[in-house]
């Protein structure tokens, strides 16, 4: 049939709430919660363990652990997927984040709170790409964006609750033990209602179980659409056993020379690449520390400043739920990179001005605290500034503030506990990751606008494309291999951003991220189709005939072919 892309049902963010409601699984609490929770007890951690504070490779590794715990979690993710399907996936991860949730807790070294780390990130990595791929396939197309971002608004949302749990516990005894154990309590409970939830039909259907997967469609499509529903969804698999001879062989060689697969694989392995080189986890897992960055000197301030980025996440996503059926897929993402390039332009700036003007370290200052001077300092005649003491190494040092202005010439001493409470007992601030700056709230706006405009589009919108853009035999695998593409970029972030800030400083890192979201708003504009509201089973035809759309605000025609016609031309 010819014609435009449907446009939305007016109605469908009511009902995308409605149906939501009635799904315990769409109400899953936020089983991602986890990774946000690590950057406000890092803080914590490097107070508890005293080569974790001296050594940044450390606190590097003990946020990319979980991430390479999820390239694997990934990686074999889609295999579980295909083999044993989304149900049994996502028990096994609630499982894995449990066990690593309880570990963390009790560690009593860095290496054991590593330990607990990868099995969180074993969870978290097969979640991330079963839970989008599992509502995929359980939603009515005309609200399946809306559906998945709402699993998207609950990450962001758990994201958000654990920066409040942060600061709830900032002063209770063993204070990151609480906030990395309580991560555990969702996980228990997403096992307990995964236990009373169906198996997705479509997976179903594809394991000769039809009787099954249609009794769970007619509870999902209206009586006068679910005829049509089994219909595409038994001429689909057809089309595959016809093609394949067996309705279960997947190599890689077909992956490749399959065109509806390789186009779709190119357009959801790079959104997710691009999803994490623009930088939104370097400002999530390290925002308590950003802040720093930008002149707060308190823990308990830097974690209220980080609660209103990570809110922001979470309002961005329902953002995303309320547009994301009604302006489509491209247009949301293209908005998004626009004012994620505007945003990280502001952050450099701001970050420039506040590293060349720091405040500059005074002799008088300094020798006020005898003994504990810094010895880099004390051995150089030229003048210093705060920057240059926080860059000191053997020992490190850190920033004592005037007690007058925290902007006035300060002292550069030995960064230690000691002189941390010696600085504090004289009503002075302490830096030991960013200088006092005036330019301090500036930078914490520059933040909230990137995930303002991050959230909504780059946030939800490449897992929304990779879970229906492949053909129901790939779906799983597939997916693996974008979410697998998805942390192996997150940890190449997370691993190198710390180091990266030190090397060329924080104004030069926002900068190299601001060019990379200019490769991406280009990558999307040329390589990325439109979705919106299509079938699940069309989708395959549109990528069959896939041209270049660079004129993305015009609605792009639809012409539905036979599933055996699409076999004929699927391999090139």
């Known amino acids: 049939m010819e014609g435009g892309l449907p446009d939305s049902d007016p109605s469908a963010f009511?009902?995308?709430?409605?149906?939501?409601?009635?799904?315990?699984?769409?109400?899953?609490?936020?089983?991602?919660?986890?990774?946000?929770?690590?950057?406000?007890?890092?803080?914590?951690?490097?107070?508890?363990?005293?080569?974790?504070?001296?050594?940044?490779?450390?606190?590097?590794?003990?946020?990319?652990?979980?991430?390479?715990?999820?390239?694997?979690?990934?990686?074999?993710?889609?295999?579980?997927?295909?083999?044993?399907?989304?149900?049994?996936?996502?028990?096994?991860?609630?499982?894995?984040?449990?066990?690593?949730?309880?570990v963390m807790a009790s560690a009593n070294s860095p290496k054991l709170l590593i330990l607990g780390r990868v099995f969180v990130g074993l969870g978290v990595g097969m979640a991330s790409m079963t839970s989008p791929l599992y509502i995929s396939?359980?939603?009515?197309?005309?609200?399946?964006?809306?559906?998945?971002?709402?699993?998207?608004f609950l990450i962001t949302g758990g994201q958000f609750l654990?920066?409040?749990?942060?600061?709830?516990?900032?002063?209770?005894?063993?204070t990151w033990r609480w906030m990395l154990g309580?991560?555990?309590?969702?996980?228990?409970?997403?096992?307990?209602?995964?236990?009373?939830?169906?198996?997705?039909?479509?997976?179903?259907?594809?394991?000769?179980?039809?009787?099954?997967?249609?009794?769970?469609?007619?509870?999902i499509y209206p009586s006068n659409e679910v005829g049509n529903e089994i219909q595409e969804l038994k001429e689909s698999v057809e089309a595959e056993i016809r093609e394949e001879g067996t309705s279960e062989k997947i190599n890689l060689l077909k992956l490749i020379r399959t065109k509806t697969v390789r186009r779709g694989l190119i357009a959801g392995v790079?959104?997710?690449?691009?999803?994490?080189f623009v930088g939104i986890n370097t400002v999530m897992y390290y925002s308590p520390a950003i802040v720093q960055l930008a002149g707060f000197a308190?823990?308990?301030?830097?974690?209220?400043?980080?609660?209103?980025?990570?809110?922001?996440?979470?309002?961005?996503?329902?953002?995303?739920?309320?547009?994301?059926?009604?302006?489509?897929?491209?247009?949301?993402?293209i908005f998004s990179l626009c004012g994620v390039i505007l945003s990280l332009g502001v952050l450099s700036a701001v970050f420039h001005q506040t590293s060349t003007h720091s405040p500059n370290i005074s002799k008088v200052e300094s020798t006020h605290f005898a003994n504990s001077t810094c010895p880099a300092f004390q051995s150089v005649s030229t003048n210093w500034d705060c920057m240059k003491?926080?860059?000191?190494?053997?020992?490190?040092?850190?920033?004592?503030?005037?007690?007058?202005?925290?902007?006035?010439?300060?002292?550069?001493?030995?960064?230690?506990?000691?002189?941390?409470?010696?600085?504090?007992?004289?009503?002075?601030?302490?830096?030991t990751k960013g200088c006092p700056s005036k330019f301090g709230w500036i930078a914490v706006i520059g933040l909230a606008l990137y995930i303002i405009f991050f959230s909504p589009g780059m946030g939800t919108v490449p897992w929304i494309v990779n879970s229906e853009i492949y053909p129901l035999r790939f779906r799983g695998i597939c997916g693996g291999i974008a979410a697998t593409a998805n942390w192996i970029s997150n940890l190449i972030v997370a691993q190198s951003f710390l180091t990266l800030t030190q090397a060329?400083?924080?104004?030069?890192?926002?900068?190299?991220?601001?060019?990379?979201?200019?490769?991406?708003?280009?990558?999307?504009?040329?390589?990325?189709?439109?979705?919106?509201?299509?079938?699940?089973?069309?989708?395959?035809?549109?990528?069959?005939?896939?041209?270049?759309?660079?004129?993305?605000?015009?609605?792009?025609?639809?012409?539905t072919k036979h599933p055996a016609e699409v076999q004929k031309n699927s391999d090139v």
């Not at 609490?29 to 940044?56: H, N, P, Q």
């Not at 396939?137 to 709402?150: D, F, H, N, Q, Y």
């Not at 654990?162 to 063993?174: D, E």
């Not at 309580?182 to 228990?188: D, F, H, K, Q, S």
């Open 14 to 102: 009511k009902e995308c709430f409605s149906l939501a409601w009635k799904n315990p699984y769409v109400l899953r609490l936020a089983f991602s919660a986890g990774i946000g929770v690590i950057s406000g007890a890092l803080l914590y951690i490097r107070d508890d363990f005293s080569e974790v504070d001296r050594k940044t490779w450390l606190q590097e590794i003990i946020v990319s652990t979980a991430i390479a715990g999820a390239i694997i979690g990934a990686a074999v993710g889609g295999w579980v997927n295909d083999r044993f399907g989304r149900r049994i996936s996502l028990l096994v991860a609630d499982f894995l984040f449990f066990i690593g949730a309880v």
């Open 182 to 219: 309580i991560a555990g309590v969702p996980a228990l409970l997403q096992f307990i209602l995964m236990a009373y939830l169906p198996e997705s039909p479509r997976w179903l259907y594809r394991k000769g179980k039809e009787e099954e997967a249609v009794a769970i469609l007619h509870k």
């Open 162 to 174: 654990s920066y409040l749990i942060n600061l709830a516990f900032t002063k209770a005894p063993g």
């Open 504 to 559: 060329i400083g924080t104004s030069m890192t926002f900068l190299i991220f601001g060019v990379i979201s200019v490769a991406a708003l280009f990558f999307v504009v040329i390589c990325v189709p439109e979705t919106k509201g299509l079938p699940i089973e069309e989708v395959e035809n549109m990528l069959e005939r896939r041209v270049l759309q660079f004129k993305f605000w015009k609605k792009m025609s639809v012409k």
């Open 389 to 431: 003491c926080l860059k000191a190494s053997s020992p490190s040092c850190g920033f004592c503030a005037s007690s007058i202005n925290k902007l006035y010439p300060g002292a550069c001493l030995e960064s230690n506990d000691n002189v941390k409470e010696e600085c504090h007992k004289e009503g002075r601030l302490w830096y």
């Open 137 to 152: 396939e359980a939603s009515p197309a005309k609200i399946r964006g809306a559906l998945v971002s709402t699993n998207g």
């Open 298 to 333: 308190s823990n308990r301030v830097a974690l209220a400043l980080s609660l209103i980025t990570s809110g922001l996440n979470a309002l961005g996503s329902i953002v995303s739920i309320y547009f994301i059926d009604r302006t489509g897929r491209k247009k949301l993402l």
């Open 270 to 276: 790079g959104l997710q690449i691009f999803q994490q």
